[in-house]
């Protein structure tokens, strides 16, 4: 489903935010991502989503190298991945049904397939009843879950996560990556970075760990789960 083989991204500065970096990601796995910080985790999420290219090797997504994809399928591409951010980028002066629908106003979607979508993804999330609230109105998990519903509502074969728990705690941190599991089991393939490898260590996924943008274990495949 994603293959990175021997990427390398140089930026202009000739600093090198990831070096020959190389492995695969199984459809329907979920996988995480952890290093330090500038170690290149978010270097290598925004490769995938085509928001900046490798300087040297290949990434595959599905089978296509998307060294093939122009400027004018990039929408196409990205509407197959959902991204949960950190810090949720949601709209605050619309309301949680309107944050979530973005995505399928911006694709086309009719409005009874906009409502259906939307409320399934919020009744996923356990926010069904907060569909008319206003953002700030929600603890920071629940805006947090806002975000993964805005991330699903396109049912996406990708889920990409940069660290979704980070300005969380423990509890809630755990219940988020609890959500993102129970996507996983229904056949989306999930990469989560995250720092939190106290968490993450208990979940016995596999771990990919980047250091001064090298990949340092994890590339094998699903035995090396911690």
Not at 27 to 49: N, Q
Not at 76 to 105: C, E, K, M, S, Y
Not at 126 to 138: C, I, T, V, Y
Request: aromatic share 4%.
């Amino acid at each position: 489903m994603i293959s990175f083989d021997r990427v390398t991204k140089r930026y202009e500065a000739g600093h090198d935010a990831l070096r020959e970096v190389s492995f695969d990601i199984e459809k329907d796995e979920l996988v995480f991502l952890t290093g330090h910080s500038g170690a290149g985790k978010s270097t290598l999420l925004r490769l995938i989503m085509l928001m900046d290219r490798p300087t040297r090797g290949q990434v595959t997504i599905d089978g296509r190298n998307l060294s093939s994809v122009g400027k004018r399928a990039i929408p196409a591409h990205r509407r197959g991945i959902g991204v949960v951010f950190q810090n949720h980028r949601l709209l605050f002066d619309r309301t949680v049904f309107d944050n979530v629908a973005l995505p399928l106003i911006i694709a086309g979607y009719d409005h009874r397939e906009i409502g259906r979508r939307v409320r399934a993804a919020l009744d996923k999330v356990g926010l069904l009843r907060h569909e008319h609230a206003m953002p700030l109105s929600l603890s920071g998990g629940e805006q947090q879950r806002v975000g993964i519903a805005r991330a699903v509502v396109g049912r996406p074969n990708i889920l990409l996560a940069d660290e979704p728990t980070g300005n969380l705690d423990p509890e809630l941190s755990a219940e988020i990556m609890r959500l993102f599991e129970a996507f996983n089991q229904v056949g989306v393939t999930v990469l989560i970075a995250s720092h939190d490898l106290v968490l993450i260590s208990r979940l016995h996924h596999r771990i990919l760990t980047l250091k001064d943008g090298r990949l340092i274990s994890g590339a094998s495949g699903p035995g090396d789960a911690l």
